[in-house]
């Protein structure tokens, strides 16, 4: 194996690959990946295991780049991933790595979108392929896709699909793809009944583990004792005393979920809930509202929480004790990114102190026991600073942000920093504007041209 750098120049790539990686401010390579780009240049199969935020789609990116051939239009790489959320995310990251290399084309193949668009994009051919396991077992089924040719295969967070019942759907799509392919399987828990059933899709792989701790002087983690009945209360009591900009909840069903978004939202704070069972246009528009600061809390369960990345995380809330203590660590790892310091508060019953127990056990560290009563809850509702308005157009007219950011800085008179994130999807938009502005953009942005047309718009509650 090559020896362990630190820095991307040291690796064999081409030129502009690492020229790329520089104005993209990739200098020093993450622990992920001063261990595993050399693994995949060397071509061999891999099993690497590394939390949330490691740098672990920017690592296969590479890997994949490094050998592709542009003028090859043929399917050399598969990315598989659990949610439509990820695939979008590991797409666009794909494509900010491979912009110095012209002529590259990335598809996204995921459910909750119409199929023909897909088929006829997948007609003209595509050099990288990332998808859902459900939606690439139908293109497989209507032969719109051909992986015999893939050289490499990724299964990205592959214990998340297993969890979620893809197993079966993955062996499908695996048995479709060369035989001759490099493997790698990215995992932020790898058991051993699921080493068992990932065996036959790895040939003699390098395994890595990248500690899955986070520093303490990154996350302050404090644990609180609560009854059953007042768990929910105790939440509300978190966020009045922390105030934390944006948070995730962590509940470990659906049914809680719902219930506590919803006594979050009777007190004044803007929450909403994300499980399995809403559809995916409903959890599209949850997930930018909450990209957007259009909602301060996000309930969510474990599953549906995959694949989201928010860079700016308040705090993260275990309202549930997760009873594995490497799915405590995978949540808490959401906040405390990018030098920020984060904050992890986590609910137990008297009953629940044995998970907390296994956590300790874990991170080698004895759990920090705070008092809910010497908490100070200023009663402010924890509005959320900005609202999302829809816009009835998106890429099918042509709309891109600057198109929406000029009207709304020209036609409706706001000034910049009065408008947020913009999010162009196929037939619709979304832009965040403040809340204080919202009655102004609501009155004049129907009426303003946008690429020489009115648009019907409508505020998302």
């Known amino acids: 194996m090559m020896p362990l750098t630190k820095r991307f120049s040291d690796l064999p790539l081409s030129s502009?690959?690492?020229q790329n990686l520089g104005s993209l401010g990739y200098h020093e390579m993450t622990d992920i990946q001063a261990a595993s780009i050399p693994v995949?240049?060397?071509?061999?199969?891999?099993?690497?295991?590394?939390?949330?935020?490691?740098?672990?789609?920017?690592?296969?990116?590479?890997?994949?780049?490094?050998?592709?051939?542009?003028?090859?239009?043929?399917?050399?790489?598969?990315?598989?991933?659990?949610?439509?959320?990820l695939a979008d995310q590991v797409s666009n990251e794909l494509r900010r790595l491979a912009r110095a290399t012209p002529n590259i084309k990335?598809?996204?193949?995921?459910?909750?979108?119409?199929?023909?668009?897909q088929i006829a994009s997948l007609e003209h051919g595509a050099h990288i392929l990332v998808g859902t396991p459900g939606r690439l077992l139908d293109h497989i089924g209507r032969k719109s896709v051909n992986l015999s040719t893939v050289q490499t295969l990724v299964l990205d967070e592959a214990d998340r699909m297993v969890d979620m019942g893809f197993y079966e759907d993955i062996v499908g799509i695996v048995a479709a793809c060369s035989p001759r392919r490099q493997t790698l399987l990215f995992s932020a828990t790898y058991p051993s009944d699921m080493r068992m059933a990932t065996a036959s899709f790895l040939r003699d792989p390098i395994e890595i583990r990248v500690e899955s701790q986070h520093a303490k002087q990154h996350i302050e983690q404090q644990f609180f004792l609560v009854s059953a009945e007042n768990r929910n209360s105790a939440v509300s009591k978190l966020l009045l005393h922390f105030h934390p900009i944006s948070s995730?909840?962590?509940?470990?069903?659906k049914i809680?979920?719902?219930?506590?978004?919803?006594?979050?939202?009777?007190?004044?704070?803007?929450?909403?809930?994300?499980?399995g069972d809403l559809e995916q246009r409903d959890r599209d528009e949850i997930l930018i509202l909450f990209a957007n600061q259009s909602c301060s809390v996000l309930v969510a369960t474990d599953v549906a929480a995959r694949g989201i990345d928010i860079q700016a995380l308040?705090?993260?809330?275990?309202?549930?004790?997760?009873?594995?203590?490497?799915?405590?660590?995978?949540?808490?790892?959401?906040?405390?990114?990018?030098?920020?310091?984060?904050?992890?508060?986590?609910?137990?019953?008297?009953?629940?102190?044995?998970?907390?127990?296994?956590?300790?056990?874990?991170?080698?560290?004895?759990a920090n026991w705070q008092q809910l009563e010497d908490l100070s809850t200023k009663h402010i509702a924890l509005t959320a600073p900005m609202i999302t308005v829809c816009i009835s157009g998106g890429k099918k007219d042509k709309l891109r942000p600057g198109d929406i950011l000029g009207a709304l800085t020209g036609d409706v008179g706001l000034?910049?920093?009065?408008?947020?994130?913009?999010?162009?999807?196929?037939?619709?938009?979304?832009?965040?504007?403040?809340?204080?502005?919202?009655?102004?953009?609501?009155?004049?942005?129907?009426?303003?041209?946008?690429?020489?047309?009115?648009?019907?718009?409508?505020?998302?509650?």
């Open 40 to 85: 995949m240049l060397e071509q061999k199969d891999l099993i690497a295991q590394a939390k949330t935020g490691s740098g672990k789609t920017a690592a296969f990116g590479i890997g994949i780049l490094s050998k592709l051939n542009p003028s090859y239009f043929a399917t050399q790489a598969l990315i598989i991933c659990p949610t439509r959320e």
């Open 106 to 117: 990335i598809l996204t193949l995921c459910g909750g979108t119409a199929m023909r668009p």
């Open 314 to 366: 308040g705090a993260v809330i275990n309202v549930d004790v997760s009873k594995d203590a490497e799915v405590h660590v995978h949540r808490i790892g959401r906040t405390g990114r990018a030098g920020e310091r984060g904050l992890a508060l986590t609910l137990a019953t008297s009953s629940e102190r044995k998970w907390v127990k296994l956590i300790e056990d874990y991170q080698n560290q004895a």
């Open 16 to 18: 502009s690959l690492i």
């Open 256 to 275: 809680h979920c719902d219930e506590l978004a919803e006594e979050l939202q009777q007190q004044g704070i803007a929450a909403l809930a994300l499980h």
């Open 248 to 253: 995730i909840a962590f509940c470990n069903t």
């Open 415 to 461: 000034s910049k920093d009065q408008v947020g994130k913009i999010h162009i999807l196929e037939f619709i938009s979304y832009v965040a504007v403040k809340r204080e502005v919202i009655d102004i953009v609501l009155n004049k942005l129907s009426r303003c041209n946008i690429k020489g047309r009115q648009f019907k718009i409508r505020e998302v509650t």
